[in-house]
């Protein structure tokens, strides 16, 4: 049962997760550069999705996942990192539900700002152990994701073999149970909705369907059910 402290991070998870996500997301849409196309390539430019409805779908998202992960977590040593990480999911997720883009200019600075706040969680609490582990589960999942890539790089482009580095990295801090349940779930949830999109010709067989939003919510499932699974697997 949570506390009246996680009760109150999910609140705070919630406000700020959601206002700056209502700040910075036409700021950023406005200042990223644009990918280099393919030839018969076009997407929808970044600045014309600088919008209030951007500005409002990212805060909605980001100030649910914020107060979501507040209340699990609590306050603890990783909480900054992963609010540092849902306002860039928030923004990354509608930037490729929209585009079918996942622009490395988002999730490289997000890397290092998610980095940075799982180490001073680190040194504040002294799960050097936790680092460790998200290092080596950060890697993991870009090392399975860029598999997935080059066999089958239809399915799944690289922006989310970065992402995937990101997410292994964030859940690898919370525990192993957290990592499989997010990666896993966020796979199995973007494959059973491509095809039956694809089924309903939402999507054109063989277009690039936009995996991102799917990644980044299996990342929030992995951090809300990953201990309980785990406890049930243990027995």
Same mark, same amino acid.
């Given at each position: 049962?949570?506390?009246?402290?996680?009760?109150?991070?999910?609140?705070?998870?919630?406000?700020?997760?959601?206002?700056?996500?209502?700040?910075?997301?036409?700021?950023?849409?406005?200042?990223?550069?644009?990918?280099?196309?393919?030839?018969?390539?076009?997407?929808?430019?970044?600045?014309?999705? /600088?919008?209030?409805?951007?500005? !409002?779908?990212?805060? $909605?998202? %980001? #100030? @649910? =996942? *914020? &107060?979501?992960?507040?209340?699990?977590?609590?306050?603890?040593?990783?909480?900054?990192?992963?609010?540092?990480?849902?306002?860039?999911?928030?923004?990354?997720?509608?930037?490729?539900?929209?585009?079918?883009?996942?622009?490395?200019?988002?999730?490289?600075?997000?890397?290092?700002?998610?980095?940075?706040?799982?180490?001073?969680? /680190?040194?504040?609490?002294?799960? !050097?152990?936790?680092? $460790?582990? %998200? #290092? @080596? =589960? *950060? &890697?993991?999942?870009?090392?399975?994701?860029?598999?997935?890539?080059?066999?089958?790089?239809?399915?799944?482009?690289?922006?989310?073999?970065?992402?995937?580095?990101?997410?292994?990295?964030?859940?690898?801090?919370?525990?192993?149970?957290?990592?499989?349940?997010?990666?896993?779930?966020?796979?199995?949830?973007?494959?059973?909705?491509?095809?039956?999109?694809?089924?309903?010709?939402?999507?054109?067989?063989?277009?690039?369907?936009?995996?991102?939003?799917?990644?980044?919510?299996?990342?929030?499932?992995?951090?809300?059910?990953?201990?309980?699974?785990?406890?049930?697997?243990?027995?």
């Amino acid at each position: 049962m949570s506390g009246a402290s996680d009760v109150v991070a999910g609140g705070i998870g919630l406000v700020l997760c959601g206002a700056a996500a209502f700040v910075l997301a036409p700021w950023v849409l406005r200042r990223i550069p644009e990918p280099v196309l393919e030839e018969g390539q076009t997407k929808t430019p970044y600045a014309e999705l /600088a919008t209030r409805r951007a500005a !409002w779908w990212c805060t $909605g998202l %980001a #100030a @649910i =996942a *914020g &107060a979501l992960i507040g209340w699990q977590l609590g306050f603890s040593p990783g909480l900054a990192a992963w609010w540092l990480l849902t306002v860039s999911g928030a923004i990354l997720g509608y930037i490729d539900a929209r585009t079918k883009y996942l622009p490395s200019a988002i999730i490289w600075p997000t890397y290092f700002a998610v980095g940075a706040g799982l180490v001073v969680g /680190a040194a504040v609490s002294g799960e !050097w152990g936790s680092l $460790g582990r %998200a #290092a @080596i =589960a *950060g &890697a993991v999942g870009f090392g399975v994701f860029y598999l997935l890539w080059f066999v089958i790089p239809r399915g799944v482009g690289f922006g989310d073999v970065r992402l995937s580095g990101l997410l292994g990295l964030a859940l690898g801090w919370l525990g192993w149970g957290e990592l499989i349940a997010g990666l896993y779930g966020g796979f199995l949830l973007g494959a059973v909705l491509g095809i039956a999109l694809t089924a309903a010709k939402v999507f054109r067989r063989k277009e690039m369907f936009p995996f991102g939003p799917f990644m980044l919510a299996g990342a929030v499932a992995g951090v809300l059910l990953g201990e309980p699974l785990t406890r049930l697997y243990l027995g």
